[in-house]
């Protein structure tokens, strides 16, 4: 059995979407498929969604942040394979079939299987400036997996993985996923890449929600490195503005697209600096 695993926050729309498509792939499925929604909203009252009742088990979790969420999903799940995705996220075509493909492979029973994430505009051709930017830079799970990491937009877990390592760590609101794929294939799992199991993520649509999770994203890594480890911080996120500039001219898009992103690369690099600054010092520690 398959299982996957959706933590949601108040974004009831953007779910059902999700669920439409892992269910109308589930139904035509030739292998038995388990879909677990985890509400973490800690006041609970979500509408429940009895169109799904056959065909989706719904749970709750008080706990804030997703990792707990996707944690009671875990502890829920039945299938011998749990895959992750998110509730903004829509499948595509044969995702299911893809990752059913992938695990049928004995070799993969140790295989951690990260999978595509495209970022598409709400209008393409008609992009914002954080759009533009998104689709361009917005999670390229490929490089991720280079770098030891995937995110769980699209990543898929042998259960007998959380067995054996654990489950993610509870304590991160941001770089949850990273943390969990370094700790198992530090005890022999492989992470590898699989563009054949792919979802599509809506791009941000404005500057303030782009900034929104880089502050999430550095503070949780401005926690990890302490005060002395801000220094590195700042080096690596100077160089990064300079080196998302050269990516974008080599990146096949219009110039136009390509135009709206450079803007949006020195606002970030900006904010970038700023939001590290800021989470250094002391009284800027609240919930993340």
């Known amino acids: 059995m ?42 609970g009252g979500y509408v429940p969604l009895t169109r799904f009742s056959d065909d989706v088990r719904f749970a709750t979790c008080a706990k804030p942040g997703s990792y707990a969420a996707r944690n009671v999903g875990v502890g ?12 903004d996220c829509t499948p595509a075509p044969g995702f299911l079939a893809a990752l059913h493909a992938f695990y049928s492979d004995a070799n993969q029973s140790t ?12 209008t393409p051709g008609a992009e914002t400036l954080a759009e533009a930017y998104d689709c361009l830079f917005g999670l390229p799970q490929e490089a991720y ?10 990543l898929a877990v042998p259960a007998q993985a959380f067995r054996d390592v654990g489950v993610f760590d509870e304590a991160h609101f941001s770089g949850g996923d990273a943390e969990f794929c370094r700790r198992a294939t530090g005890q022999g799992y492989r992470l590898v890449y699989y563009g054949a199991a792919e979802v599509l993520h809506p791009a941000r649509r404005t500057l303030s929600e782009l900034a929104n999770k880089m502050d999430r994203v550095i503070g949780a890594q401005v926690d990890r490195a302490g005060l002395l480890g801000t220094v590195p911080l700042i080096a690596r996120a100077m160089a990064r503005g300079v080196l998302s500039l050269v990516e974008l001219v080599r990146r096949p898009a219009a110039w136009r697209t390509k135009g709206k992103a450079a803007v949006v690369v020195l606002y970030l690099s900006m904010a970038r600096l700023y939001f ?13």
């Open 2 to 43: 398959l299982t996957i695993v959706i933590p949601f926050f108040r974004d009831q729309a953007r779910l059902e979407v999700l669920l439409d498509g892992l269910v109308a792939q589930k139904k035509s499925a030739a292998f038995p498929v388990e879909i677990i929604a985890v509400d973490n909203d800690p006041d």
């Open 76 to 87: 829920m799940a039945e299938g011998r394979v749990i895959a992750f995705t998110d509730a």
């Open 111 to 122: 295989a951690l299987a990260a999978g595509k994430v495209t970022v598409v505009a709400q």
């Open 145 to 154: 997996v280079q770098r030891g990491y995937a995110v769980t937009a699209n």
């Open 276 to 288: 590290i600054v800021y989470h250094a010092l002391p009284f800027s520690k609240r919930r993340r």
